[in-house]
């Protein structure tokens, strides 16, 4: 049975997961966006100011709803929250909670979650061009915090990130908290992991998206490599926030981040020459008919499926495209 999306009536907040989502009566199913040029998602750290100021006069917008509005920041960082703590049952399956980390839900779940973030800014600041920037951590010159969100005065600010892994630090994949000794060498181990991720133990799509979460079946535990590493690094080594699921989406680095994670798996489709849809799954409707809520842009709830989400050019984005450092490592 696939995952049955929440009732947003039923949920049962917790003292550390205060995030219940907010609920409408009407519920309409998710339809493509009508086609219309296709948003390009750049790289965080090859920006221009004017889209920095953009993006940032967008996330100053919506910090400045108010508090019970769907898209005020903190309605949006709750999704995250509300999805993976436990709060909602699954709507056809009550005596399970809704988890979607360590599954085949982890991409898709996260991908709708950026498309209606994005959307939403776009919506706030009239520019339906809008994309949301990628944090290009796999390559050697983004594996900084970019600087667009280095600027205390910016809503992209936040100040629980890590003092010490300030530019010009770069990510650690292995360790969280450890500085880099050298950074050459850094690098080189990083891209290592990305190879190792993304290659050599990524040949099939069910150990690049993880492993099977059905309806009546058993709580997951099979991430996927692409989930594994170096995601939950990049949260942790950011900062406090960044670090658990409750917070992760108070830092508006959080959605850069994504948005690569994201990426990586077009990258493994496209330029990896892994097969056309990428996905082993494709007949399997438990995964296909898995259904999700968000806010849309036109302030409705939406249930979507993974099966809406398969395409990124149907949802009308693409991402940028830059060199893939990693692809010829070994390891
Ligand atoms: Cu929902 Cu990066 O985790």
Redesign the pocket.
């Known amino acids: 049975m696939p995952i049955g999306a929440p009732d947003l009536s039923k949920c049962q907040p917790s003292l550390a997961a205060n995030c219940c989502l907010i609920n409408s009566r009407s519920i309409v199913d998710f339809k493509l966006p009508s086609t219309g040029a296709l948003r390009v998602r750049p790289a965080a750290h090859l920006v221009t100011k004017e889209y920095i100021l953009k993006y940032a006069n967008a996330t100053r917008l919506m910090r400045s709803l108010p508090l019970n509005h769907p898209w005020n920041f903190m309605q949006q960082a709750n999704v995250?929250c509300a999805y993976?703590e436990g709060i909602y049952n699954l709507s056809n399956f009550p005596n399970m909670t809704l988890e979607?980390?360590s599954s085949w839900l982890f991409i898709p779940f996260?991908r709708m979650y950026l498309y209606f973030h994005e959307k939403i800014l776009g919506k706030l600041i009239g520019d339906e061009s809008f994309a949301l920037p990628f944090w290009n951590w796999d390559s050697p010159e983004g594996m900084g915090i970019p600087t667009m969100y280095t600027d205390p005065n910016s809503s992209l600010f936040d100040n629980t990130r890590a003092q010490n892994h300030q530019p010009p630090n770069i990510l650690n994949y292995g360790s969280t908290n450890e500085g880099n000794n050298n950074i050459s060498s850094q690098i080189e181990a990083n891209l290592e992991v990305m190879y190792r991720q993304m290659v050599s133990s990524a040949k099939t799509a069910e150990l690049l998206l993880g492993g099977p979460y059905r309806a009546g079946g058993d709580e997951p535990w099979s991430p996927g490599t692409v989930e594994m590493a170096p995601?939950p690094y990049v949260?942790m080594w950011t900062g406090i926030d960044m670090s658990s699921?409750v917070t992760?989406g108070w830092d508006p680095i959080f959605y850069s981040?994504?948005s690569n994670?994201d990426r990586m798996w077009e990258v493994w489709k496209t330029l990896l020459g892994n097969n056309s849809t990428g996905v082993n799954y494709i007949n399997d409707t438990d995964w296909l008919d898995s259904s999700f809520l968000f806010w849309d842009e036109n302030l409705q709830l939406v249930r979507i499926k993974i099966r809406d989400v398969l395409d990124t050019t149907k949802l009308g984005y693409v991402y940028q495209q830059v060199p893939i450092p990693w692809s010829n490592k070994t390891a």
């Open positions: 995250h993976c979607v980390h996260h995601h949260h699921f992760a981040h994504h994670v």
